[in-house]
């Protein structure tokens, strides 16, 4: 380990560690999709179904906890982690730094990847089994989409597929299983709906990655940004902001439903975070307003997006 924290005793560390890995604000990511989906469930059926909105954000939860955990130990046995210098070190990047911290140790990250899997896996199958059976197999393709993000043999983001990864997780797949959950039926819409927010969440990691460039090259984690350069990554950065846009259109078109262009008045941010980007790549303190605008480009359009279906739908 790089850094160490073993002077913490061993439960206090461990608990630390795993909080520091569960990263709950982050949380935000998943949270979005899942509230836009109840929202729009609430609209077509009158209710919401409380204790199985609760059971499946559960378990999407565990889910990311065991995805960061794998991400954590794949990522420092890569040398991705350690090859960040202490400069490029920011809130939005560079992993969870449990490891290199010394908060946890890689069995320990193991550990707690397989247990939160397992028991992601067991919420999933009960929510299958006692309130919707079709949802099984969207529960297992998010959780395989989870682990092999960085696991071997797929490594999806270490060859270029892990922005595309996120986009589909974080935005069809999750709203439409939570609507199927709620609202007990398959809807079309629910797709459209995780679109613009695929595009945008993927937009996010996107810009997350320029901070960690470097070490990424360095450690040969081939994602897209590695692959383009920063210069190149940043025409990549402004498509995902018009085709998250263009997406809002379109589920305006196919919903007949105006309001969800509430969703673009976030347009204001995401203009800010393309000229921050632009002036401020090879600057990491200063391009940090960027991941932040990014950021509150997702919150401000999902919130847009509930508006849109809870008043309007």
């Known amino acids: 380990m790089e850094r160490t924290a073993m002077w913490i005793p061993g439960w206090k560390r461990i608990w630390k560690g795993f909080w520091q890995l569960a990263d709950p604000k982050v949380w935000l990511a998943s949270t979005v999709p899942m509230l ?77 990847a397989a247990a939160t899997l397992a028991a992601a896996f067991v919420v999933g199958t009960a929510i299958a089994v006692w309130r919707e059976p079709d949802i099984f197999w969207i529960g297992v393709l998010g959780l395989l989409l989870a682990v092999f993000y960085t696991l071997p043999p797929l490594k999806l983001s270490y060859r270029g597929w892990g922005e595309v990864t996120v986009g589909l997780t974080f935005g069809p797949l999750l709203l439409t299983g939570m609507y199927w959950v709620l609202a007990g039926t398959f809807a079309w819409k629910a797709i459209a709906a995780g679109v613009p927010l695929a595009f945008l969440i993927a937009n996010v990691l996107w810009i997350n990655q320029y901070p960690d460039y470097e070490a990424d090259l360095k450690g040969n984690k081939r994602n897209g940004l590695v692959r383009l350069g920063k210069e190149k990554g940043l025409i990549v950065y402004r498509l995902l902001f018009v085709a998250a846009y263009a997406g809002l259109a379109a589920l305006t078109l196919i919903d007949r439903n105006p309001f969800w262009l509430l969703g673009c008045l976030s347009i204001p941010w995401a203009v800010k975070a393309v000229r921050v980007a632009a002036a401020f790549k090879d600057d990491i303190p200063r391009l940090m307003k960027a991941n932040a605008c990014t950021l509150t480009v997702y919150q401000v359009t999902g919130l847009g997006m509930m508006l849109a279906a809870g008043l309007f739908g």
């Open 36 to 112: 836009v989906a109840a929202v729009m469930a609430w609209r077509d059926t009158g209710r919401i179904p409380v204790f199985w909105l609760l059971a499946a954000m559960a378990g999407v939860y565990l889910i990311e906890i065991g995805k960061n955990a794998v991400n954590e130990f794949v990522d420092y046995e890569s040398g991705v982690d350690r090859f960040v210098e202490p400069d490029k070190r920011t809130p939005f990047s560079g992993g969870k730094k449990t490891i290199v911290d010394g908060l946890l140790t890689v069995r320990e990250t193991r550990w707690i």
